[in-house]
Each structure stands twice: as structure tokens, then as C-alpha cells.
């Protein structure tokens, strides 16, 4: 199955075709090594997020273009809540040394797998989950109908354990000298990840793609104003993308979907 150029209405027509040729139920349970973009990639139609790339070839096709249109040859980008590695491998492919973070050892497997088919070194993969303290914490696995919301479980018990890092403490230890912009999706957990790199996030002030997510960030019982405003604190201005074009962005009054969101620094 390959998929046609990116155009609007493309989803409507694939999904159709979908259905009407019964691909979609004769594909359950299979896993399939294809090319989208340019890369090579291990994807399954049972998880909704790697159905999307194997049957669209795309993920957030309009938030992808806009944050990798800042990530140039010699950029650092940050991958932090990775899955399988898409936005990485993406950015490698432009040029960028890449650093991806993935705590779920079922998703990191896949994320490490993508980085060597590709033959992609300058992908540096970590099991880790970006928090506001370095530590231990347990984590939730996701459901196989979508392995991208495995999440971190507040309190301290339950699930298994994974190893966390503030962003401070791994751009310390790691010696970071640049980072030029960054991915953050990590199910609700976004106000942690970026109070434990206020100090990185002030230096470097990277493009940030950043997930909103109000039912998920209820989890950690804070709100998508919270989330915006910490994000307005740091100086950042925050914008949609729809069709290319930038829309400025302020909370949404009892919202529940989910959007990506720009944040361009000053």
C-alpha cells in the first residue's frame, strides 16, 4: 500500500478506500516494513498513531513542517516522548543531531530499531522520561490500539518503574552546548518536563512543538491555562498551524481535544 501525495481531503479518500477494499480488517495483526518519507520504518494498523504513517505516510504533516523548518543542517533537537521516533527520525534526516527520549521498553525497542534501519547516528536514544525530578517513577503501558499514551503515574506506586531525568539535570550531565528546538508529547506530564528545564529552556530559548492535552493534563491536576501560561512565562509566544499558516494561540475555555502547539521564542 503506497499512499498518495499530501493534499486535502487525502484522509477522506484513504479511509474510504480503506473500507471499501477491506484492507484495513485483512491488515489487523500484521506488521509491515515499508518507506514513508524517505525512511524506513517497522509499523502495525493496530496502534492508531503507526496506522497513520503506513496507510497517510504522514503524522501532523502541518505541525511537522512548521517545527522542522527551524532544524537545519547542524541543529540539536530534542525528541521528548519519542514512541517510535518519528519526529527523530525526521529531523535527522534534515541534517540534526538528534537526541530522543522514550521510558515505554516496548516503544524504545522500535524507537532504537527505526534509528538503526535508517542508519541514522546522529539518532542518540534514551530510555529515559523527562520529569521534574531525577529519580525513579512508575509508568502506565499504553494499550496496543495506540502505544503512544503509555504515561507517568502520579504518586508512587503502581505500573513498573521507569528512570526519570529533569531536562537540567541531562543537559548537565551531557555537557548540551545548543539546543535549537524541541518535540514535547509525554501525555500530560508537559508542566513537569518544563519546570525541571526552566534553567536549559532559558539558555537555549528552542522552537517548541508542545502537545496539549486537557484530559491528560487533568491526570497531573493541572489545566491548559496553566500549561500556557507556563509557557508565556518563559517568553514564548504560542500558535496553531492550520494549512501552513500561524494562528496565535491563548487556552481554551472547557476544551478536550487535544492540539499541537508553536512556540517560537522571543
Not at 526519570?164 to 539546543?179: G, K, M, N, V, W
Given at each position: 500500500f503506497a499512499p498518495a501525495p499530501n493534499h486535502r481531503g487525502k484522509w477522506r479518500v484513504v479511509e474510504t478506500a480503506l473500507k471499501l477494499t477491506r484492507r484495513d480488517a485483512a491488515d489487523r495483526g500484521k506488521i509491515f516494513e515499508v518507506e514513508r518519507a524517505g525512511l524506513r520504518w517497522v509499523l502495525g494498523p493496530d496502534c492508531a498513531v503507526q496506522r497513520r504513517v503506513l496507510y497517510h505516510g504522514v503524522l501532523d504533516v502541518h505541525d511537522t513542517r512548521a517545527l522542522l523548518g527551524h532544524v537545519g543542517h547542524g541543529a540539536v533537537f530534542f525528541d521528548i516522548g519519542s514512541y517510535f521516533g518519528y519526529y527523530a527520525m525526521l529531523a535527522a534526516k534534515r541534517g540534526a543531531e538528534v537526541l530522543a527520549f522514550e521510558p515505554s521498553p516496548g516503544n524504545f525497542a522500535l524507537l532504537r530499531r527505526h534509528k538503526e534501519l535508517n542508519a541514522l547516528d546522529a539518532v542518540h536514544v534514551f530510555p529515559l522520561a523527562l520529569s521534574d525530578r531525577t529519580g525513579n517513577a512508575a509508568f502506565a503501558a499504553a494499550t496496543?490500539?495506540?502505544?503512544?499514551?503509555?504515561?507517568?503515574?502520579?504518586?508512587?506506586?503502581?505500573?513498573?518503574?521507569?528512570?526519570?531525568?529533569?531536562?537540567?539535570?541531562?543537559?548537565?550531565?551531557?555537557?548540551?552546548?545548543?539546543?535549537?528546538a524541541l518535540k514535547l508529547d509525554v501525555e500530560g506530564a508537559e508542566l513537569k518536563v518544563l519546570s525541571g528545564g526552566a534553567a536549559t529552556l532559558r539558555r537555549f530559548r528552542p522552537v517548541m512543538l508542545v502537545e496539549i492535552n486537557p484530559p491528560c493534563l487533568a491526570r497531573f491536576e493541572t489545566t491548559e491555562r496553566e500549561l500556557v501560561a507556563a509557557i508565556h512565562d518563559f517568553g514564548f509566544a504560542t500558535f496553531l498551524v492550520k494549512h501552513g499558516a500561524l494562528i496565535e494561540f491563548s487556552a481554551r475555555a472547557d476544551a478536550s481535544e487535544y492540539v499541537n502547539v508553536l512556540c517560537l521564542p522571543p
Open positions: 496496543a490500539d495506540n502505544r503512544g499514551r503509555g504515561h507517568l503515574i502520579p504518586g508512587v506506586s503502581g505500573g513498573e518503574t521507569i528512570e526519570t531525568i529533569t531536562l537540567d539535570d541531562f543537559a548537565e550531565q551531557q555537557r548540551i552546548t545548543r539546543l535549537d
